[in-house]
């Protein structure tokens, strides 16, 4: 019983999905460092935090820390929850509720946000709900791709092709090879847009020849 209920609530992945899914979300927890790059003339040497310390003196920040002290600390923070799921994983046990709460992708999720939010903030631009769009769709397409990598037969959202439905083998290989293909389109939407402010036409070229290469491999794997 102990085992079944660290499977359920420990969020238990294969060895390959763990490994994969470390890599994007230190990634995606980084992102924001390429926003606060680009800022850099035009946020602060010190910047003000708003919060007051106990001895009634303003909390600020130094530039450096705002840009990548705060995404490397979410960085931090991913992979201590990443290694406590693997780690309570092969004990059988159940995680913290602190790190059950966060999982793997909770804390990249809010580096995005977050942190952009406080860059944008500090370097004096409007923070629209225009600007977090493009986060939204790269965070989006990067969680399906998660999913993808490992889905269950069960599952609506996966490729229920005849040629790799009765083929185990052709079924793992298409899914993790279509899931990466969606983390990395997700991921290059998030660097064009922090690094250059817009995405190019070239971006969007791009994440679609990701997303469409799936098709062609479950062909191919199909006959294999």
């Not at 899914?21 to 040497?45: D, E, H, Q, Y």
């Not at 046990?93 to 709460?101: E, F, G, M, N, Y």
């Not at 969680?143 to 996966?158: I, M, Q, Y």
């Not at 009765?166 to 298409?174: C, F």
Request: hydrophobic share 50%.
């Amino acid at each position: 019983m102990e085992r079944e209920a660290s499977r359920f609530f420990g969020k238990h992945v294969t060895g390959p999905k763990a490994a994969v899914t470390l890599v994007f979300s230190l990634l995606t927890a980084a992102a924001p460092m390429l926003l606060g790059m680009r800022l850099w003339n035009l946020i602060p040497a010190i910047v003000e935090t708003g919060l007051v310390d106990p001895s009634g003196k303003d909390d600020s920040l130094p530039r450096a820390v705002l840009v990548f002290g705060l995404p490397g600390l979410m960085c931090v923070l991913t992979l201590i929850c990443h290694g406590q799921l693997w780690l309570h994983q092969k004990a059988g046990k159940i995680p913290p509720t602190p790190v059950r709460v966060c999982g793997r992708w909770s804390i990249p999720v809010i580096s995005v946000l977050l942190c952009s939010y406080w860059m944008m903030k500090a370097a004096g631009q409007a923070v629209e709900m225009a600007f977090f769009l493009p986060c939204l769709l790269a965070l989006l397409l990067i969680l399906l791709g998660v999913h993808f990598f490992d889905c269950k037969r069960e599952s609506r959202a996966a490729f229920h092709f005849r040629s790799i439905e009765h083929w185990e083998a052709s079924w793992r290989r298409t899914h993790r090879l279509a899931g990466v293909c969606w983390m990395l389109a997700g991921l290059q939407i998030l660097v064009f847009y922090f690094a250059m402010g817009s995405l190019p036409w070239y971006s969007f070229a791009l994440a679609l020849v990701l997303l469409l290469s799936e098709f062609p491999a479950a062909h191919y794997y199909s006959r294999s």
